[in-house]
T-cell receptor, first 116, second 118 residues
Framework: GESVGLHLPTLSVQEGDNSIINCAYS??????FIWYKQESGKGPQFIID?????DKRQGQRVTVLLNKTVKHLSLQIAATQPGDSAVYFC???????????????FGKGTKLSVKP | DTEVTQTPKHLVMGMTNKKSLKCEQH?????MYWYKQKAKKPPELMFV???????INESVPSRFSPECPNSSLLNLHLHALQPEDSALYLC?????????????????FGPGTRLTVL
């Protein structure tokens, strides 16, 4: 079926290393993607987004890569810090789903643990 | 400022109680959302309000009743809930232009209300 999912439910990295969190999507009609970070007991926090007419976008210490050929999205975090420990969700917006707002479809999430 | 506030932070209620969750944003956003999130699961959309009108109801039971008094406020009225309704309830808002540009309409989330139904 059509879904947004993540390859790994958990990821453990050493402080200072780079982290890569992956996400697969199956609907080629999806044209907007967002990464959210959710710390324990808090709401999802917007990290970075990318439109389908781009294949790479960079923020502060984060980079999102979009490969439309294989329907794959990744979030790269440079020099991972203990404060990066959280659950990371990818979300897609499908242009042919729902009403005029267009709904976000969330992936299952990856828990990132950073070892000091 | 991308702040969405929610009250209360925690709520414990019995199955016969009536309570309300509140959400507020002052970013001038015209779309507001309610999500339900169970432990270790992604958020699930419940309702969408666009320009203070309910535009999407994702087949949510009638014991959940949303209300949008104005463009800055969103309420979720709760009545006769079940223990399985215990979850984190998240509010979000976005610019909500109501056009194709909503495809890149970023949603900003509040901290959530942790609801426990006894």
């Amino acid at each position: 079926g059509e879904s947004v999912g993540l390859h790994l439910p958990t990821l453990s990295v050493q402080e200072g290393d780079n982290s890569i969190i992956n996400c697969a999507y199956s609907n080629s009609a999806s044209d907007y993607f967002i990464w959210y970070k959710q710390e324990s007991g808090k709401g999802p926090q917007f990290i970075i987004d990318i439109r389908s007419n781009m294949d790479k976008r960079q923020g502060q210490r984060v980079t999102v890569l979009l490969n439309k050929t294989v329907k794959h999205l990744s979030l790269q975090i440079a020099a991972t810090q203990p404060g990066d420990s959280a659950v990371y969700f990818c979300a897609e917006k499908r242009s042919n789903y729902g009403g005029s707002q267009g709904n976000l479809i969330f992936g299952k999430g990856t828990k990132l643990s950073v070892k000091p | 400022d991308t702040e969405v506030t929610q009250t209360p932070k925690h709520l414990v209620m019995g199955m016969t109680n009536k309570k309300s969750l509140k959400c507020e944003q002052h970013m001038g956003h015209r779309a507001m959302y309610w999500y339900k999130q169970k432990a270790k699961k992604p958020p699930e959309l419940m309702f969408v309000y666009s320009y203070e009108k309910l535009s999407i109801n994702e087949s949510v039971p009638s014991r959940f009743s949303p209300e949008c008094p104005n463009s800055s406020l969103l309420n979720l009225h709760l009545h006769a809930l079940q223990p399985e309704d215990s979850a984190l309830y998240l509010c979000a808002s976005s610019q909500g232009a109501g056009t194709s540009s909503t495809r890149t309409d970023t949603q900003y989330f509040g901290p959530g209300t942790r609801l426990t139904v006894l």
